[in-house]
């Protein structure tokens, strides 16, 4: 191993895994000086997801030098662990020969999660690199409705008879070719004559007990048998809640068809935790890859929404221009109402949607929670309201302004932590995803509550 390639390891562990500058320079370089020797060198120490990270960060046209000057060193596992905006077009540069290899090296749900994602020419292509038998896994998976466990399953499964012993078990992973056994694994499952699973072996049990030991007699405790039409959110969260590590996927007659690893169940739930987290925000579903254009059209309709909101607090404050016009200091304090109320239903309403999305918000505990932040609201608002009762009065030199706003904060911070958690529920009872469209509401509530509260109040005891 040379001095340089050492020096990018070294960087990589540093810097917690991440693809220092340096590395990706001394990369670049060898891809402008067409060195493929020493760009496999430096790519080699690297690890397919640190590989796909650097081509996501490379502009297009390095991106197409460095796949073509890599050539069949690209494999499978780059593939799956690209992001999807930048998949087809590192697909396309592709030459058929290293994308029918790549192809073949991955396991069955890599594929399947590769194909649904592509245009129907590349989805093509990707089928025709497989052998029959994989062809026909693969469409069968992407039969299964979208994000069903059935299109998360791998087809590679091993399975044993109920009947069998230790040593008959050994004796078969032993014997079976190595293409025909998943990558990894990390139980046994075992099956009725109609194969219907009943158990799982772990292969650490496997290889401390004896020979003759039954199968049956080491099964785990916690067994839990996916339907492969279980949404495939739902799979994730049995995996987090039962401590799952594999679970077998069951067609409707209840018949072995596949299993579910904790890295695709993890990987579901990372994506749930991220999606919630971009919708609460109103950017949808993109990435750092995508156009211009394309985070154009993801954004603009939440702010066209927050538009009409704002639309609708600012008719609220039309109301009162009178006393706006009369009183000046109005002008300069209903900011900060509204303002601490947004904050206060904001937190409010990602405590209540991560409760959701985890099942821990439920009918028998909804009231119990709407009733806390009910009154962490109301003692916020107490604390608040003494602090800007008297920045009012030293601010403005009036009593009573301090006590309008003190009241102003009280009244909006209980609204808000009464909407942050009623808002989403409600949403979430009616079929409506709580994370896409409880945000516009809940902004909406707090300014709209936070302005008639403070400029009522200004009008019956200022006026």
């Known amino acids: ?50 590989i796909a990270d650097l081509l996501e960060q490379i502009n297009a046209f390095d991106r197409t030098r460095l796949i073509r000057l890599y050539d069949r060193e690209f494999d499978g596992e780059i593939l799956s662990e690209l992001d999807e905006a930048i998949r087809e077009e590192v697909i396309a540069v592709l030459t058929p020969q290293v994308l029918n290899q790549a192809i073949r090296d991955m396991d069955s749900d890599d594929v399947v999660d590769l194909v649904e994602d592509l245009e129907g020419d590349q989805q093509e292509a990707i089928l025709e690199a497989l052998e029959d038998a994989d062809r ?49 694994f990390y139980h046994i499952v075992i099956v009725d004559p109609r194969l219907h699973p009943v158990g799982n072996v772990t292969l650490g049990k496997l290889m401390r007990s004896k020979r003759a030991t039954k199968l049956m007699d080491l099964k785990e405790e916690t067994f839990r048998v996916i339907p492969a039409m279980q949404e495939e959110s739902d799979v994730a969260y ?15 007659e209840g018949r072995l068809i596949g299993v579910i690893t904790i890295d695709d169940a993890m990987a579901v739930l990372d994506e749930e935790h991220e999606e919630d987290i971009l919708r609460l ?13 394309d985070t154009t059209k993801q954004r ?28 000046v200091a109005l002008a300069v304090l209903m900011p900060i109402v509204a303002s601490m109320g947004g904050n206060a239903g904001t937190q409010s309403l990602t405590v209540a949607v991560r409760a959701i999305a985890t099942k ?31 920045v009012g009065f030293i601010w403005f030199g009036s009593p009573q302004l301090g006590y309008v706003i003190a009241t102003a904060m009280v009244i909006n911070l209980v609204v808000a932590g009464l909407a942050g958690t009623v808002i989403p529920v409600i949403l979430e009872r009616v079929g409506v995803d709580p994370a896409l469209a409880s945000g516009a509401f809940v902004t909406t509530v707090t300014d709209v509550v936070g302005f008639f509260a403070f400029l009522g109040l200004a009008v019956l005891v200022l006026l």
Not at 137 to 154: D, I, K, N, T, W
Not at 367 to 385: D, K, P, Q
């Open 136 to 184: 026909v896994a693969v469409r069968q998976a992407l039969g299964y409705p979208e994000y069903s466990a059935g299109r998360l399953m791998q087809r590679e499964v091993v399975m044993a008879p109920e009947h069998w012993t230790v040593g008959e078990a050994i004796d078969f992973l032993r014997a079976t070719p190595e293409e025909e056994l998943p990558d990894q």
């Open 281 to 293: 925000a109103g950017v949808g579903e993109g990435s750092l890859s995508d156009r211009v254009v």
């Open 238 to 252: 049995a995996f987090n809640q039962y401590h799952l590590i594999s679970a077998p996927v069951v067609d409707d």
């Open 360 to 390: 821990d918000l439920t009918g028998a505990n909804v009231w119990r929670v709407i009733r806390r932040e009910v009154l962490v609201g109301l003692i916020n608002g107490l604390i608040f309201a003494v602090i800007m009762g008297i």
């Open 1 to 50: 191993m040379s001095d340089e390639t050492g020096q990018i390891e070294a960087e990589v562990e540093d810097e917690a895994y991440l693809l220092g500058p340096k590395a990706i320079a001394a990369i670049l370089y060898a891809v402008d000086i067409e060195d493929r020797e020493k760009l496999i060198e430096l790519m080699e120490p690297l690890h397919a997801a640190d």
């Open 300 to 327: 603009l309709p939440w702010l066209a929404v927050n538009l009409v909101t704002a639309i609708a607090a600012s008719l609220v404050i039309a109301q009162f221009e009178v006393a706006l016009a009369q009183i």
